[in-house]
């Protein structure tokens, strides 16, 4: 009777949840279920799907590229860290010292995250064009130009650079909400007592939101692990696999080869790797919450 009463006064509730619920399942868990079956077997749409085991596993996990795509998403996952990690945080810190248009700056550094990605690859190849002006200011400087784009050393870096510039605003946006939640209090006593901005920083500011960068530095992680749009779109995994990512060879494997398999045993791979992060982050969280 306790069930039928809860169910008819929650009714409403429930009804409005099925849909989301529907598409949840439908276009979330159903293909990775499916992504897990197709890994075992060899997908062909004309005679029929066969049973192959874990010979697609065997098959992406002797490929060279794939071992090349894995080095390469290591080490864009890495110098997105060294490189575009601390930049929202100090932005924030510095923004929260203003004293004056502090509005107009977090507008102002927000702005390149709406700008579309079709202009924003335009934009940028045009800044690292051999005759463009980032070259012209080099070779002004007395310096030879650099082959951004069709230099192995450069690629990967140059568009790091790109997705920094772009994207920085929104977690720079999520720091400044937490520096200013900080009591203000704490920083009077501080300026009281005689503490520059440096201690303050060190501090009061650094310890209040540590946990906070504790978590975006493991979505962070996730996140860059899944690098495919710029490194497909401006690059192609190009100059010589320079710059291709595992979802990118995932991509290449599923609509280039037409070896869906192998594409969906590279994926559970991925699936269980940002599964393990996931856990990973869900801990951490636990663990601050109890302290």
């Not at 702005?111 to 012209?136: C, F, Q, T």
């Not at 530095?217 to 990512?245: E, H, K, R």
Request: glycine residues 8%; contains cysteine; proline residues 4%.
């Amino acid at each position: 009777m306790g069930s039928i009463a809860r169910l008819r006064k929650y009714f409403w509730g429930y009804t409005f949840i099925v849909p989301a619920a529907v598409i949840f399942i439908l276009f979330l868990w159903m293909p990775i279920v499916k992504g897990f079956v197709y890994s075992f077997y060899h997908i062909d749409f004309v005679k029929g799907n066969s049973y192959v085991g874990f010979g697609n596993f065997r098959t992406v996990l002797h490929d060279p590229d794939v071992w090349t795509a894995v080095k390469n998403t290591l080490y864009y996952m890495f110098l997105c860290l060294i490189i575009g990690f601390w930049v929202p945080i100090v932005f924030a810190i510095a923004i929260s010292e203003l004293k004056r248009f502090q509005g107009f700056v977090r507008v102002a550094a927000y702005l390149p995250n709406v700008i579309p990605v079709v202009v924003l690859y335009g934009l940028w190849r045009w800044l690292y064009d051999p005759v463009g002006p980032i070259n012209a200011t080099i070779t002004q400087m007395g310096n030879d130009p650099i082959a951004f784009m069709t230099d192995t050393r450069w690629s990967m870096v140059s568009l790091v650079f790109m997705e920094t510039w772009q994207q920085f605003g929104s977690a720079m946006l999520i720091y400044l909400a937490a520096v200013l939640s900080i009591p203000r209090d704490l920083y009077e006593a501080a300026e009281i007592d005689g503490a520059g901005v440096w201690k303050r920083i060190r501090y009061i500011t650094l310890p209040f939101i540590r946990n906070l960068i504790v978590l975006l530095f493991i979505l962070q992680l996730i996140a860059t692990s899944q690098g495919f749009q710029s490194q497909f779109a401006m690059l192609d995994g190009g100059p010589n696999n320079a710059t291709l990512t595992y979802a990118l060879i995932i991509v290449k494997y599923a609509f280039t080869r037409l070896d869906y398999g192998s594409a969906s045993a590279l994926g559970v791979l991925m699936f269980l790797v940002l599964g393990g992060l996931a856990v990973l982050q869900h801990r951490l969280s636990n663990n601050r919450e109890g302290n």
